[in-house]
């Protein structure tokens, strides 16, 4: 699974997990075209603290993980805004998954088992699907 930033939830998919994140400000590193990175937020799982910057050149967003004061790695993000959530849900989501979702959404009829099993696979990666439904535009 690719490593992902859903922006208006502040949540940081990092080893198929979903971290929510505090929001942070200051300088965040060098970006590798030269730039300034500033600080967007900071994400802790257990031991593991990752701070997710981003570009203030290019608007490149990476991510830098601590274990305890260690370094681990530094990793490229993917960064969803609001109106690129489907795109996010698209990518992790069968078609038939994404449709139930958008249907219920808006209020239509939708299959329920396919729902279901969209709900299963956010659920695994700590993502509650009315969290993520009530920030989906269409
Ligand atoms: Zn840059």
Known sequence: MM???LEPLR???YNERAIKG???EGFGGYCSCGGVMSQKSW???GNIRILVSECESCW??????FKNKDFIERREVRVFKRNELTDFLSEILSQAELEAIVKRRNGENYNYNAFNRAKKKLEKIGIDIDTILSELIF
Not at 60 to 65: G, I, K, Q
């Open 3 to 5: 490593t992902a930033y």
């Open 43 to 45: 994400h802790v799982n």
């Open 60 to 65: 490149n967003a990476m991510l830098t993980a």
């Open 11 to 13: 949540f940081l998919i």
């Open 22 to 24: 505090e929001k942070s």
